[in-house]
């Protein structure tokens, strides 16, 4: 199976910078895509942003496009979410997830993802 741990979330002012880790363990060969998705205090959860192995291709919701940043380190087996000029509507648990696959219109369904981290929780607040 495999294992996802996230970390790097915290409390921030808004304006401000955080990065998240998502750690990957156990069997990587069956998928292609790993998602960064959030769910604040009575909302569904959404996709925020993935990126695909196979060729780096990346997706991002429009609420976040031009500040955040998904990026790979694969010698790590980790991915990150930089995210920057924080508002208090970013705040939510923000949990990574590995999916066989992506497309334009449907890569951030939380059901086409397999394999969940615990999450980690960004608080973003005067």
């Known amino acids: 199976q495999v294992q996802l741990v996230e970390s790097g979330g915290g409390l921030v002012q808004p304006g401000g910078s955080l990065r998240l880790s998502c750690a990957i363990s156990g069997s990587t060969v069956h998928y292609d895509v790993i998602g960064w998705f959030r769910q604040a205090p009575g909302k569904e959860r959404e996709g925020v942003s993935c990126?695909?192995?196979?060729?780096?291709?990346?997706y991002y919701a429009d609420s976040v496009k031009g500040r955040f940043t998904i990026s790979r380190d694969n010698a790590k087996n980790t991915v990150y979410l930089q995210m920057n000029s924080l508002k208090p509507e970013d705040t939510a648990i923000y949990s990574c997830?590995?999916?066989?696959?992506?497309?334009?219109?449907?890569?951030?369904?939380?059901?086409?993802?397999?394999?969940w981290g615990q999450g980690t929780q960004v608080t973003v607040s005067s």
């Open positions: 990126i695909k192995s196979s060729d780096g291709t990346t």
């Open positions: 997830a590995t999916a066989p696959f992506a497309s334009d219109r449907y890569w951030g369904v939380p059901t086409l993802y397999d394999y």
